[in-house]
């Protein structure tokens, strides 16, 4: 399984190298107010070139990330051909990103993709799937001359089964038409707006349009594993897997094998006559898996047909429970507190909204994805809410790994919905949930955001919690407590938000209370801005020392809420600067550092350090169990303290 996770080149051909090679040597960055330290270190050969889906692994695999042909599409426009489109982009990052190659927009709001690739014999007699790991918004796939299928969504991934289009020996053709109305229809966007490309300003950043993910292929049998659900339960130390295959034949079966350092601790295999491809394998004397000792079991899947493999894949799982629980604390009667694994310990965390100067919403790099999460940890966070927008899986693994909760929002819109757009959106909800929830670092589903875009927060809220159980569910973040016609009560979590300073809602017998953003300590720092004219939003701070003193007093009535009221948990504005927001830790190109480390560090921790005394995870040594080295590392880029 490790060997899988880290990067494997052995099956790109090395005609698709040497073809990439010849057309890298004339890529370049687009120019961009800033870049990260992380853009030099880019290959546009095959750039991201990390196993895509750490989650599910199979050994064999292609990435089809690197330059494809590219150009501006119009309605009625045939399908190209090689050398039909007049520019390159460096697939998977954004056109209107430096990283692209391009920086610009289009005023179609429509493109094509084009590019060639050949299987490695060893495929032969096998069907082949095509991945994509993101597409804003509609994407339409051909192969070969010959349309495939369309997929609607920014923010999932998606795959076709390519096998039946695919020539039986030679290149292999690929031409995506891709169209992105962003802010303009009432579709999941984030907090993308068309208008901010030239010109940023206040809450909203620049679009993102077309393939933002990796691409590739992937080798399958004809019977094989579709997807699958896994659920731990501490109380019993099991883990549950539900298996859905690509097809039901009779006969089949599932076997689980639970294992640690490659040794094994458990296997079951269900009866063949159970309709139902579910298996449940004891995990004796679990370790269960905290912030501060993430501990991640390996697992491996197996269908069989009469008792013969067909199909298998790797994946892993921490045993963890997330929920809200009663509490009595003298004049504030019952109440509800989170808790992990039965025991509250407060979360703490920045709001993070995935942006990055040079590839909008793709990171540079697996590397810079990898140093954010732990960058959180060494601030010494514990929780980091991801802000209207759904990240790459292998942000969800480095967290899962690196032992950070996360709180995740549901990407929306702040346009009212048409009938056939809430349809769309509520497909694209339940998809959030489905493809995430194998993920044990994610805890909380946020549905709506400060009211943008909401309808129906009562029962949608209530689907995301009959369709996932095993987590919290926030209906609308942000809820303006002591304004009772905006509360709907429902969810898990009664949420607020205020600026400077923060403040909490009450607690209930039904609800834990959260402050779901609070800060915005911000000021600027010349030769780090996105936009050298503004206009800013927070930036009314003196530097280093003032905002550090008032972030520092924003945790003593943190304190105080989480003694008194039975806060829960708390979301800092935020990690990093943005086009034009200046409240983050961090500048936005990640070479800054803004406020005191240290500081803010023992700050954070004195929030929920104390609370896990007596756990598992305050007396066990952490230990990265997946690929080796400690849970957090130094290192990195050079960052300005």
């Not at 679990?286 to 390996?298: G, H, K, S, V």
Request: glycine letters at 6%.
């Amino acid at each position: 399984m490790i060997a899988c996770i880290r990067r494997n080149r052995t099956i790109v051909l090395a005609y698709f190298l040497f073809t990439c090679l010849m057309n890298a040597e004339n890529w370049k960055p687009a120019e961009a107010p800033l870049m990260t330290p992380w853009a030099d270190d880019v290959d546009p050969s095959v750039p991201l070139p990390d196993y895509p889906r750490p989650s599910m692994v199979r050994s064999e695999w292609m990435n089809l990330n690197g330059l494809w042909e590219f150009g501006e599409m119009q309605l009625g426009d045939a399908l190209p051909e090689a050398g039909d489109l007049p520019e390159r982009i460096l697939v998977p990052f954004a056109w209107e990103s430096a990283l692209s190659g391009l920086r610009k927009e289009l005023d179609s709001k429509r493109a094509w993709y084009f590019r060639t690739f050949r299987l490695p014999a060893s495929w032969k007699n096998q069907d082949v799937l095509l991945h994509f790991g993101a597409v804003d918004w509609e994407a339409r796939i051909f192969v070969n001359g010959q349309f495939v299928g369309d997929h609607s969504g920014g923010f999932d991934a998606f795959h076709f089964d390519i096998t039946p289009f695919l020539e039986k020996s030679g290149d292999q053709e690929i031409a995506v038409a891709v169209y992105d109305p962003t802010d303009s229809e009432g579709i999941a966007v984030g907090k993308q707006n068309a208008s901010k490309f030239s010109n940023p300003s206040r809450y909203t950043y620049s679009p993102v349009s077309g393939i933002w993910q990796t691409v590739w292929l992937e080798p399958v049998p004809s019977v094989r594993i579709d997807s699958f659900r896994t659920v731990t339960d501490i109380d019993h130390s099991t883990v549950k897997v539900t298996l859905d295959p690509n097809k039901r034949v009779e006969g089949q079966t599932v076997e689980i094998i639970v294992s640690s350092q490659d040794e094994e601790i458990s296997r079951f295999e269900n009866d063949a006559e159970d309709l139902e491809l579910i298996a449940e394998a004891n995990v004796p004397n679990a370790r269960l898996w905290w912030t501060e000792d993430p501990f991640l079991y390996d697992l491996e899947i197996v269908l069989k047909i009469e008792g013969q493999e067909v199909d298998s894949v790797k994946s892993y799982f921490g045993m963890r429970k997330i929920s809200i629980a009663d509490h009595y604390q003298g004049k504030l009667g019952p109440f509800k507190k989170i808790e992990l694994n039965d025991t509250f310990i407060f979360h703490m965390g920045p709001l993070d909204q995935g942006y990055w100067p040079d590839g909008l919403y793709t990171a540079p790099t697996d590397e810079a994805l990898r140093w954010e999460i732990e960058q959180m940890k060494a601030w010494g966070f514990n929780m980091v809410r991801k802000h209207i927008k759904v990240e790459p899986e292998r942000w969800f693994y480095w967290c899962d790994k690196l032992g950070l909760l996360v709180y995740q929002d549901m990407p929306s819109t702040f346009k009212k919905r048409t009938e056939k757009e809430k349809t769309q959106f509520e497909w694209e909800l339940q998809q959030l949930v489905k493809t995430h929830w194998n993920h044990p670092s994610i805890v909380n589903w946020i549905v709506f955001n400060e009211h943008w875009g909401a309808y129906d927060v009562p029962r949608l809220t209530n689907m995301v919690m009959d369709l996932d159980p095993t987590r919290l569910v926030t209906g609308n973040s942000g809820i303006d407590a002591g304004r009772p016609n905006l509360d709907y009560e429902v969810g898990h979590i009664k949420d607020n938000h205020h600026y400077r300073p923060p403040t909490a809602p009450y607690v209930t017998e039904k609800r834990a209370a959260v402050n779901g953003e609070y800060g915005a300590i911000g000021y600027l720092i010349e030769g780090h801005l996105w936009d050298e004219d503004g206009p800013w939003v927070h930036y009314n701070y003196k530097g280093k020392d003032a905002a550090t003193k008032e972030y520092l007093a924003f945790v003593e009535e943190l304190l105080d809420f989480k003694k008194r009221l039975a806060l829960s948990a708390a979301v800092y504005t935020q990690l990093t600067d943005l086009e034009n927001e200046m409240n983050g830790l961090f500048t936005y190109d990640r070479k800054v550092i803004k406020l005191h480390k240290d500081r803010i560090t023992t700050a954070n921790l004195s929030l929920w350090e104390n609370d896990l005394s007596g756990t598992q995870s305050s007396t066990v040594e952490s230990e990265d169990n997946l690929d080796g080295g400690p849970a957090v590392i130094d290192g990195g880029p050079a960052v300005i303290e």
